[in-house]
């Protein structure tokens, strides 16, 4: 208790003490109101009371982060620019020779700022009485939202999208294996970039690690799960039964003409094979629950089900102009049948065209996007399973609409399926400044 108590007492108390002494200090400075000293600076701390080290010298902040500027001369200061903008600042928390600045997080520019303001902090008392110091401003922290294929084979071209992607110059696979050249960033954006697959992966995997101009981040610890593996049509095998699918496999390359884009890996097989699957008909394909929750049970019980799921390969031919894909976890419990779906055509209840990249590419439906799963865990999940009354979970190809929004038409699109998997959907934090 003791150690917790100071925990959260001692950040607190820092930034008290350091109030405490600016109010002092300018109360002794009343008769000078410091317009005519200059000033400099000489350092930047990182102010960050959720860390072990909560006022950290740096030589970067990021946008929305507070900085603590050491130096001398300060009171008096009427203006803060950071990269060329006017950024406010709280007068009470300035002294002589210390003063805090939160960056504005949505008006600072970054690579679009001047080149002769760039990465730069300049205080001015007055347009003759001013300094400048140099110091790196960042974007906000980079993200990786998703990647389109998460178990490619060596030498596929995949790609990761997200945010602050810019620079991307090193990428690093499960079981360390790192990658620094032929990765395209989109540096415009910084929406996504694209690496090739390198030999070695971990099959046990995890997460990417991606570096780029605006630091670091992680992807959802999925990438190459394949202890994860229900059912891959070669050499893991718990098929049940089928409903318009069944478990003989489909072995030609294909597609034929994706370069080195992923493609399929030994067997698999297809939904809506002839292309014409009609309205509001389903077609199915069940495992043995019996034989999957185990597997299952490798990600643990206490796991929430934001952070797991299951996942799919599919490749798409010809428009995918109706249906969804439902996967059921727990038969026999009325219409949703504890359900997750994707449905790439209606989004937010919206129809949108369907942007086929012409290659395999992976489908994450995560436990908790359905709602009868909503808050709670991957062992109620299993749980669930186990209570149901039919013994069989899977994906469907449903050719069904959404009410007052679409009517279903003959679906003319195939959907071929593979390496259905569970896995951990968590991401690992980043840190700039590990502790």
Known sequence: MKSKIYKYFWPGFVLFAFSVMVLFFNACQKDDD????????????????????????????????TIRLEGSGF??????????YNNYFNPTFVADNSMLVTIDISRVPTTDAPADVRNKIRLEKSDTNFCEY????????????SVSHTMPQAGELITLYGSGLQGIANVTFPGGKVVTSGIVSDNETGK?????????????GGSILAIGDNGGAYSQACFNFKKGLLHNFDDIQNYSWGSGVNNDALTAAIPSSAGNLPKSQGGYQAFNSA????????????????????????IPASTSVNDCGIQMDIYVENEWNSGIIRFCMADGWGSSRYCMIY?????????????????????????????????KTIGDVITQMSLASYKQSGPWFENSGIKDVFDPVAATGKVYF??????????????????
């Open 34 to 65: 410091g317009s005519t000293k200059s000033m400099s600076i000489t350092k930047v701390f990182l102010e960050d009371a959720r860390s072990s080290v909560p006022d950290r010298e740096v030589t970067f902040a990021r946008l929305g982060q």
């Open 75 to 84: 009171i008096g200061v009427k203006r803060v620019y950071i990269n060329g």
């Open 134 to 145: 140099s110091f790196d401003i960042r974007s906000a922290a980079p993200s990786i939202t």
């Open 192 to 204: 996504f970039f694209t690496v090739i697959v390198p030999e070695g992966v971990s099959d046990e």
């Open 275 to 298: 292309g014409n699957l009609g309205a509001n008909a389903d077609q199915r394909f069940w495992l043995n629950s019996n034989n999957i929750m185990p597997v299952m049970s490798l």
């Open 343 to 375: 449905q790439p055509i209606y989004v937010s209840n919206v129809v949108v065209p369907f942007e086929n990249p012409g290659c395999w590419f992976t489908v994450t439906m995560p436990f908790g996007s359905s709602t009868d799963f909503e808050g």
């Open 418 to 435: 593979d390496n259905i998997r569970v896995v951990p959907l968590n991401v690992p934090a980043f840190s700039d400044f590990p502790e």
